[in-house]
């Protein structure tokens, strides 16, 4: 029920900077959290940054310092900095959001289609 398309993945060198852009379509729902994961091949996706409620963020360790998560409206934005070979992988988009009555709210999660992230040393 909602929609999440992402942007602004690409090849940069260590050092250099992107955004990744991540804008939620949906009726009749509410966006909750959104946040950004990543995955390599054979390994785990993991969490990269998260924002609830607008303003509190979280972060994994490894990017804490470089990489910033902000949100207007339904859309998610991810700066990331001073990027390392080791931040290369797939990243995507999450959203999770609630629907119907407000007596008895569903919840479900999103997920975006995923952008390649290639940092090269």
């Known amino acids: 029920q909602v929609q999440l398309v992402e942007s602004g993945g690409g090849m940069v060198q260590a050092g250099g900077s992107l955004r990744l852009s991540c804008a939620a379509s949906g009726r009749r729902v509410s966006i909750d959290t959104m946040g950004w994961y990543r995955q390599v091949p054979g390994r785990q996706r993991e969490l990269v940054a998260s924002i609830a409620e607008y303003t509190t963020t979280n972060y994994a360790d490894s990017v804490k310092g470089r990489f910033t998560i902000s949100r207007l409206e339904n859309t998610v934005y991810l700066q990331m900095n001073s990027l390392k070979p080791e931040d290369t992988a797939v990243y995507y988009c999450?959203?999770?959001?609630?629907?119907?009555?407000?007596?008895?709210?569903?919840?479900?999660?999103?997920w975006g289609q995923g952008t390649q992230v290639t940092v090269s040393s």
């Open positions: 999450n959203a999770a959001f609630s629907y119907g009555p407000i007596e008895n709210p569903q919840s479900q999660t999103s």
